[in-house]
């Protein structure tokens, strides 16, 4: 998740078992709540579905609590199915983040069939781009690209951001934005009065990364009218607080060296790649590396550190493909550091305004940091990597000086009610990706301990989001979409990751 979230071992889980806790009253969907017809958004990249989609806005109060608070829009578009026949329930999605921008994501959703058989409704969470109010940060933006030209876990880093995050909430409160009520169990009354307004009986939903925590939220408090639930690279609520990235970035990581440790030639030609990963995070961190490197898609060098934080979070992120990250440990030894510096430099080229950083930090700070401390992240860390240095492993992977951050945003403490185990007989497929460092495949172990008919389906390989990235995964999500209790699993049994990239010694 934060477009994020992560896999546990055993130690890790029993840190998480520690803070569930009991639910509160989930917000009810408004009676005030309707759908207003309107163009479909002006995207940054052409987006042909929405040249057939009947697009809108949902109209919604900011917070329900509090009688007479402001209307909000989120937007919306229904994109038609393409099968002449199309099934009577449509398809619900829920994009990961928070705060990732969901337009964007059409175009992989239809490439992956999504809309095949079952119109696709797609609905911006509250607060993100297209939304108004819009939570975009682009104050967090400039820094974002400036940071690879810093060090990871630095002093003048932590500074910046939080400079940055400051500028941005007071911004945002300044508008009158009520930065409390940007959280999953409003992002889940939302959908539930999306199905109502849009006049759908039934649909089916599909949530990854976060959108799979905001999926299962939304099974627990709003189950009407749901007919089945597909969640991908799976972060079950209960699970979902911030050490937890730790464990998942070791399971995730650590399913790629083991993959390349049963491969001959890979073993062979890079025998030890744990140990080697660990040596430059050690060595990098005690004498980061500052060099010029261009970005992978072209433009000007720009100035990049590469400490043992950052060569580790390029991990996390899936920057360097699996299938090369044998090699590119290999080059990062033997002083060729060229794989890595692009990687990061890929941060310098941020598109201002895209993610919108007041939603993740709303749902963040409310729901994943409340109850945990900075000695909680570093015994994750720990338990994880050990022996690597206490600097790398004291800021979760991907959300480096969280807890600062969250002492400046100042949401109230929402994990009451949302660090809950959904239990449900609605049929729920869950899908996940071995080589995910972000949210680890054992997580989807977790969410479906109490979902009594659900199908758990491992995709050897893959990374995270994993319907986009495999035919197999997108034949068992269609299948699933036709018989919920009865998904064709059957290609699954003959995948195997890629073969390793092999560079010359």
């Given at each position: 998740?934060?477009k994020?979230?992560?896999?546990?071992?055993?130690?890790?889980a029993?840190?998480?078992?520690?803070?569930?806790?009991?639910?509160?009253?989930?917000?009810?969907?408004?009676?005030?709540a309707?759908?207003?017809?309107?163009?479909?958004?002006k995207?940054?990249?052409?987006?042909?579905?929405?040249?057939?989609?009947?697009?809108?806005?949902?109209?919604?109060?900011?917070?329900?609590?509090?009688?007479?608070?402001?209307?909000?829009?989120?937007?919306?578009?229904?994109?038609?199915?393409?099968?002449?026949?199309?099934?009577?329930?449509?398809?619900?999605?829920?994009?990961?983040?928070?705060?990732?921008?969901?337009?964007?994501d059409?175009?992989?959703?239809?490439?992956?069939?999504?809309?095949?058989?079952?119109?696709?409704?797609?609905?911006?969470?509250?607060?993100?781009?297209?939304?108004?109010?819009?939570?975009?940060?682009?104050?967090?933006?400039?820094?974002?690209?400036?940071?690879?030209?810093?060090?990871?876990?630095?002093?003048?880093?932590?500074?910046?951001?939080?400079?940055?995050?400051?500028?941005?909430?007071?911004?945002?409160?300044?508008?009158?934005?009520?930065?409390?009520?940007?959280?999953?169990?409003?992002?889940?009354?939302?959908?539930?009065?999306?199905?109502?307004?849009?006049?759908?009986?039934?649909?089916?939903?599909?949530?990854?990364?976060?959108?799979?925590?905001?999926?299962?939220?939304?099974?627990?408090?709003?189950?009407?009218?749901?007919?089945?639930?597909?969640?991908?690279?799976?972060?079950?609520p209960?699970?979902?607080?911030?050490?937890w990235?730790?464990?998942?970035?070791?399971?995730?990581?650590?399913?790629?060296?083991?993959?390349?440790?049963?491969e001959?030639?890979?073993?062979?030609?890079?025998?030890?790649?744990?140990?080697?990963?660990?040596?430059?995070?050690?060595?990098?961190?005690?004498?980061?590396?500052?060099?010029?490197?261009?970005?992978p898609?072209?433009?000007?060098?720009?100035?990049?550190?590469?400490?043992?934080?950052?060569?580790?979070?390029?991990?996390?992120a899936?920057?360097?493909?699996?299938?090369?990250?044998?090699?590119?440990?290999?080059?990062?030894?033997?002083?060729?550091?060229?794989?890595?510096?692009?990687?990061?430099?890929?941060?310098?080229?941020?598109?201002?305004?895209?993610?919108?950083?007041?939603?993740?930090?709303?749902?963040?700070?409310?729901?994943?940091?409340?109850g945990?401390?900075?000695?909680?992240?570093?015994?994750?860390?720990?338990?994880?990597f050990p022996?690597?240095?206490?600097?790398?492993?004291?800021?979760?992977?991907?959300?480096?000086?969280?807890?600062?951050?969250?002492?400046?945003?100042?949401?109230p403490?929402?994990?009451?009610?949302?660090?809950?185990?959904?239990?449900?007989?609605?049929?729920?497929?869950?899908?996940?990706?071995?080589?995910?460092?972000?949210?680890?495949?054992?997580?989807?172990?977790?969410?479906?301990?109490?979902?009594s008919?659900?199908?758990?389906?491992?995709?050897?390989?893959?990374?995270?989001?994993?319907?986009?990235?495999?035919?197999?995964?997108?034949?068992?999500?269609?299948?699933?979409?036709?018989?919920?209790?009865?998904?064709?699993?059957?290609?699954?049994?003959?995948?195997?990751p890629?073969?390793?990239?092999?560079?010359?010694?």
């Amino acid at each position: 998740m934060a477009k994020h979230l992560r896999g546990a071992s055993a130690a890790a889980a029993a840190l998480l078992c520690l803070t569930a806790v009991a639910a509160g009253p989930a917000p009810s969907p408004s009676a005030a709540a309707r759908f207003v017809p309107g163009p479909c958004p002006k995207t940054a990249e052409p987006v042909p579905a929405l040249d057939k989609a009947r697009c809108g806005f949902l109209e919604v109060p900011e917070n329900r609590a509090r009688p007479g608070a402001r209307t909000i829009r989120l937007a919306t578009a229904v994109i038609p199915a393409t099968s002449a026949d199309p099934a009577a329930d449509p398809v619900v999605f829920m994009a990961g983040g928070p705060g990732g921008e969901t337009f964007d994501d059409i175009p992989v959703l239809v490439d992956a069939g999504v809309n095949r058989d079952h119109d696709l409704v797609v609905m911006a969470q509250r607060g993100n781009r297209y939304d108004q109010p819009n939570l975009a940060c682009p104050e967090v933006d400039r820094f974002n690209a400036h940071y690879p030209g810093l060090g990871y876990d630095s002093a003048r880093a932590k500074q910046l951001m939080l400079e940055a995050f400051r500028q941005c909430r007071d911004r945002l409160t300044a508008d009158g934005t009520d930065l409390g009520a940007y959280n999953t169990l409003e992002n889940a009354a939302d959908f539930a009065a999306l199905r109502t307004a849009l006049g759908i009986a039934r649909w089916n939903v599909y949530g990854y990364s976060y959108g799979s925590d905001l999926a299962l939220t939304y099974l627990r408090t709003h189950p009407e009218g749901i007919r089945a639930v597909a969640l991908d690279s799976v972060a079950p609520p209960q699970s979902a607080i911030l050490p937890w990235g730790w464990p998942s970035a070791r399971e995730g990581i650590g399913a790629i060296l083991d993959a390349c440790a049963a491969e001959p030639a890979c073993k062979s030609r890079y025998p030890d790649p744990a140990a080697t990963l660990a040596e430059q995070v050690r060595r990098l961190e005690a004498e980061p590396l500052t060099l010029d490197a261009a970005p992978p898609r072209g433009g000007a060098p720009v100035k990049v550190v590469l400490d043992g934080g950052a060569v580790l979070n390029l991990l996390v992120a899936n920057a360097i493909k699996p299938r090369d990250l044998p090699a590119a440990l290999d080059e990062l030894a033997h002083g060729n550091p060229e794989r890595f510096a692009r990687a990061r430099a890929a941060d310098s080229v941020q598109a201002t305004g895209m993610t919108a950083h007041g939603l993740t930090q709303s749902v963040a700070c409310a729901e994943w940091v409340p109850g945990t401390s900075p000695s909680d992240v570093l015994d994750a860390g720990r338990r994880a990597f050990p022996g690597y240095p206490r600097t790398v492993l004291a800021q979760a992977p991907q959300l480096p000086f969280e807890q600062d951050v969250c002492r400046i945003w100042n949401v109230p403490d929402r994990a009451a009610g949302q660090r809950v185990a959904t239990a449900s007989a609605v049929p729920v497929l869950l899908l996940s990706g071995t080589f995910d460092a972000k949210t680890g495949a054992s997580f989807a172990r977790e969410a479906a301990r109490t979902l009594s008919r659900s199908t758990s389906v491992r995709i050897p390989g893959v990374t995270h989001w994993v319907v986009p990235q495999s035919p197999c995964a997108a034949r068992v999500f269609a299948t699933f979409l036709a018989r919920p209790t009865a998904p064709d699993t059957g290609c699954v049994a003959g995948l195997a990751p890629a073969p390793f990239t092999l560079t010359p010694k």
